[in-house]
């Protein structure tokens, strides 16, 4: 059974940074895709960045720049370096793994997700 856990979400203020981790548990997930989404209330999720199994990184075209993930597969934990927050980034942020690109309906396991909250 394969446990998503988020953490490092909070409250900054516009220009600021936050960093999110994911830890996975429960088998090893390298031969997954993995990423972040986030949702606002009353909005479909959508996808911020992903890494395939090959490493291989996409971003959502207006995160770019600001936004990094990245991941240690020793830890088993995948990251996300958020820069230059902006209060349109205010967003429940989710973990995601074992699905296709930043096609969030493709994703089968998911975090309970970190609140981000900029103002």
């Known amino acids: 059974h394969v446990q998503l856990v988020e953490s490092g979400g909070g409250s900054v203020e516009a220009g600021g940074s936050l960093r999110l981790s994911c830890a996975a548990s429960g088998r090893n997930y390298v031969k997954w895709c993995m990423g972040w989404f986030r949702q606002v209330p009353g909005k479909e999720r959508e996808g911020v960045a992903v890494?395939?199994?090959?490493?291989?990184?996409a971003y959502a075209d207006s995160l770019k720049g600001r936004f990094t993930t990245s991941a240690d597969n020793a830890k088993n934990t995948l990251y996300l370096q958020m820069n230059n927050l902006k209060p349109e980034d205010t967003a429940m942020y989710y973990c995601?793994?074992?699905?296709?690109?930043?096609?969030?309906?493709?994703?089968?396991?998911w975090g309970q997700g970190t609140q981000v909250t900029v103002s």
């Open positions: 995601a793994a074992d699905g296709t690109g930043l096609l969030h309906r493709s994703y089968k396991r």
């Open positions: 890494i395939d199994s090959d490493g291989d990184i």
